[in-house]
Structure formats: C-alpha cells, structure tokens
C-alpha cells in the first residue's frame, strides 16, 4: 500500500482544478468578508471597552490580511 502525501495530493488537485478563475475569485471574496467580521469585531471591543477581544480582533485581521495577499499577488502577477 502507497504513502499517503498531502503536499502531492494538494499539487495534482490544484493542478487538476487550476489556481484562476471563480476559485481564486471565491477565495478573495471570502477573506473580504472575514475581514469585514475582523474590523467589525474591532468595533465592538472599542464600544464595549474589552481589551481581549481587541487584540484577538486584530490578530485575526493581522491573519486574514497575511492570507489575502498571496492570492491578490498571484492575481496580479497572472496579469502582467
């Protein structure tokens, strides 16, 4: 019985379905949206004056944003 290899499974799957199209735009779309619930969150801990979940809130949008910018990245160097 075969090893089983995630990083060679996720290859051939991303290759088979391509990185472009309504795949990456679905993705963009949905880091928009975690970032919208980020600063939303942010909000709420400044009315409510709660200091934890002002940092959890921007560490979250810390996060979304590191995950974002790959594929805004690889989105524009496609184009050029």
């Given at each position: 019985m075969?090893?089983?290899?995630p990083?060679?499974a996720y290859?051939?799957?991303?290759?088979?379905?391509?990185?472009?199209?309504?795949e990456?735009?679905?993705?963009?779309?949905?880091?928009?949206l975690?970032?919208?619930?980020a600063?939303?969150?942010?909000?709420?801990?400044?009315?409510?004056?709660?200091?934890l979940?002002?940092?959890?809130?921007?560490?979250?949008?810390i996060?979304?944003?590191?995950?974002?910018l790959?594929?805004?990245?690889?989105?524009?160097?496609k184009?050029?």
């Amino acid at each position: 019985m075969g090893h089983f290899n995630p990083v060679n499974a996720y290859e051939s799957n991303t290759h088979r379905i391509g990185r472009n199209g309504l795949e990456v735009k679905l993705q963009v779309a949905g880091w928009i949206l975690f970032i919208i619930c980020a600063v939303l969150f942010i909000a709420a801990s400044l009315k409510n004056r709660d200091p934890l979940t002002l940092l959890g809130s921007l560490i979250f949008l810390i996060a979304c944003i590191l995950f974002l910018l790959p594929l805004v990245k690889s989105k524009t160097n496609k184009k050029s």
